[in-house]
């Protein structure tokens, strides 16, 4: 929450003062805070997509026979 605050004080928004009072306090600022990149990370990327498709084929994939039938 802090962040999101120290990001609308920083764009220009305005902010009540207690907020800003409360910002000021604590020294936070928006760059404090790093900004998550779903697509940063090209392993974990991969990793995910096996994942979803393991998931799917178990799900929609094609069905095994099994021995009784």
Not at 12 to 39: K, Y
Request: avoid cysteine; charged fraction near 15%; glycine fraction near 8%.
């Amino acid at each position: 929450m802090s962040a999101r605050l120290a990001q609308l004080r920083d764009s220009g928004v305005e902010i009540t003062q207690g907020s800003a009072n409360w910002l000021a306090q604590s020294g936070i600022s928006a760059t404090d805070f790093p900004t998550h990149n779903l697509f940063a990370d090209v392993g974990n990327v991969i990793f995910s997509l096996i994942i979803l498709a393991i998931i799917l084929l178990g799900i929609w994939g094609p069905k095994m026979k099994s021995s009784s039938d």
